[in-house]
């Protein structure tokens, strides 16, 4: 039997940065993966939402682009052009990731694994005895009792992805990072969305000022939403919804979160990381989790940035309000993207940098802005690090950034 220091199952964020850094150590690792290297992230999830985002973006820009003096004629798009490119970008993005774990000396097995005990894993009837063996199978869309996927009507995040045509009319299920990313995708490709979300509010764990203000953005994209509404209904392609408005859509996609992969021989001897843990479900989430088991730098789970993309980039850390009413406790500034200079250079004013501190520390933000992303990380390097609302106004600001955002809240604190 073939032996190994550790041996991973799913090549996904969780797996694939496992193995690189445990090789790097100098361990033999070998990797299981049952579908392509790059797991959900790359394959299915982050990164191909994000090319059609910039697709969106670039085509809404130009679309836009007589305002600021500058003209094209008969401004158009191919879908499926844009999925074929979508699709050439992974492959490239795939081969790259997968040269680098050959690279490292990581022995690959393109097979659905089990685990069949604390050291040995099976694939194809081949059995590998692994000194180490670490969970990454990741997970899987959700289904909803009563919105079963059919992969044609209603279907998933997955599916979606396989379109080569664009539907005229969608009705998305779920305001979450997934479903709000989508209606940004395709209400900017013209297509009707209508959203429903089962909480109060849209992206339920988002601030509430957040919320507030995407609703409103949704209402200027003309995208329709109803929060606290299900489907009651379907009969052939009429939806009826809990509030009794009826939605004959092209198709549902059913955004409804994520269900952990785990193997049934798993024990205590086996760790799980990544989404199987079915604890955070995000792929910066995975990989601290991966950094920290092989090289012990531990990561803080209060810290983890969310962030959801589109035009404008939302994005939060830390505390988070679910009204008004909880922020008294607190030192709070919302400062208004429209008040920098280079929020109105790029043409995009709509958002806010707001910052939440107690005690002279930095507990928490919520930003949408262009670059929201970006500017988060800066608000989780200062609070990681303890750093003082006193100390970050020392901080020299470059001009013009959305960043003086950050600056001009925190000197208001
Ligand atoms: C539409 C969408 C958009 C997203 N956007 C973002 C984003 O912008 N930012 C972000 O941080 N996160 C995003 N995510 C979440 C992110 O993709 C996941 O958090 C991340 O992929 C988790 O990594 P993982 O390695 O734990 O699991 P996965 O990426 O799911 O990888 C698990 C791998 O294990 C394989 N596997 C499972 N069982 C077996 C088995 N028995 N044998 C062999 N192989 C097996 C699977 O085939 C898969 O390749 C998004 C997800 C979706 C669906």
């Not at 205590?268 to 991966?290: F, M, N, P, V």
């Not at 983890?304 to 505390?319: D, F, L, M, N, R």
């Amino acid at each position: 039997m073939e032996s190994f220091d550790l041996g991973i199952v799913g090549g996904g964020p969780a797996g694939y940065t496992t193995a690189l850094y445990a090789a790097k150590q100098g361990k033999s690792v070998i990797l299981f993966e049952k579908d392509e290297i790059g797991g959900t992230c790359l394959n299915r999830g982050c990164i191909p939402t994000k090319i059609y985002l910039h697709a969106a973006h670039v085509y809404q820009e130009m679309k836009d682009a007589s305002k600021i003096g500058i003209f094209t004629d008969n401004i158009n798009f191919d879908f499926e052009k844009i999925s074929e490119h979508k699709n050439n970008t992974i492959q490239k993005i795939r081969k790259s990731l997968e040269l680098m774990i050959k690279q490292a000396g990581i022995t690959v097995v393109k097979e659905e694994a089990h685990v069949v005990s604390e050291n040995i894993i099976e694939a194809n009837d081949i059995e590998y005895q692994c000194n180490e063996i670490v969970m990454c199978s990741g997970s899987v869309p959700k289904e909803i009792k009563g919105l079963e996927f059919d992969h044609k009507f209603i279907i998933n995040s997955d599916d979606i992805l396989n379109l080569n045509q664009l539907p005229k009319k969608i009705l998305i299920v779920g305001s979450g990072a997934i479903g709000v990313e989508w209606a940004r995708i395709l209400s900017s490709f013209d297509v009707e969305v209508v959203l429903t979300e089962i909480a109060p509010k849209l992206v339920p764990l988002a601030d509430w000022e957040v919320s507030k203000r995407i609703e409103r953005q949704f209402k200027m994209k003309k995208i329709k939403y109803y929060t606290e509404t299900s489907i009651k209904t379907i009969e052939d392609k009429k939806v009826t919804l809990s509030n009794d408005e009826i939605i004959e859509p092209d198709c549902i996609l059913v955004a409804a979160g994520r269900a952990a992969v785990q193997d049934k021989g798993l024990n205590e001897g086996i760790k799980i990381i990544g989404d199987a843990a079915g604890e955070i479900q995000l792929a910066h989430y995975a990989t601290s989790q991966a950094k920290e088991l092989v090289l012990n730098i531990p990561y803080n789970k209060e810290l983890i940035p969310s962030v959801i993309y589109g035009t404008p980039e939302i994005a939060w850390i830390g505390k988070c309000f679910k009204s008004k009413d909880e922020e008294a406790e607190y030192d709070v500034v919302v400062y208004p993207i429209s008040a920098l200079g280079k929020a109105h250079c790029d043409g995009c004013i709509d958002g806010f940098i707001k910052i939440i501190s107690k005690d002279n520390k930095i507990v928490g933000a919520h930003i949408i802005s262009p670059e929201a992303s970006a500017l988060i990380q800066q608000i989780t390097i200062a609070m990681q690090n303890d750093i003082t609302v006193d100390k970050l106004k020392e901080v020299c600001f470059a001009h013009p950034t959305y960043s003086e955002g950050i600056f001009e809240g925190i000197m208001q604190l």
